[in-house]
């Protein structure tokens, strides 16, 4: 499975981003797919996840200003975030968790700044 995020940006606090992520190999296998943020010297974190039928999870920090879907016809992922703030900046990785493991996509730059 190969993962292809796209969307990040420069954006003010209170702004909005959409990413997206294309999924292309054996989409067929993925059980999940989700969306993980990394700053410097921390652990990468989930920001959400959603499966193949459609439920989904959200970090606590973010679940009332985010929102994650799928387009399983196009095998993409969004990740809309609205009301972002300067803590949300981040590198943003896409994830897929399928039958054969576990796939990430490169990251891509969030950057929430006046």
């Known amino acids: 499975v190969q993962l292809q995020a796209s969307g990040g940006g420069l954006v003010q606090p209170g702004g909005s981003l959409r990413l997206s992520c294309a999924a292309s190999?054996?989409?067929?296998?993925?059980?999940?797919m989700g969306w993980y943020r990394q700053t410097p010297g921390k652990q990468r974190e989930l920001v959400a996840v959603?499966?193949?039928?459609?439920?989904?999870n959200y970090a606590e920090d973010v679940k009332d200003r985010f929102t994650i879907s799928r387009d399983n016809t196009k095998n993409t992922v969004y990740l809309q975030m609205n009301s972002l703030k300067p803590e949300d900046t981040a590198v943003y990785y896409c994830?897929?968790?399928?039958?054969?493991?576990?796939?990430w996509g490169k990251g891509t730059q969030v950057t929430v700044s006046s």
């Open positions: 994830n897929a968790i399928t039958t054969r493991g576990r796939y």
């Open positions: 959603i499966t193949s039928g459609g439920s989904s």
């Open positions: 190999g054996s989409t067929f296998s993925i059980n999940a």
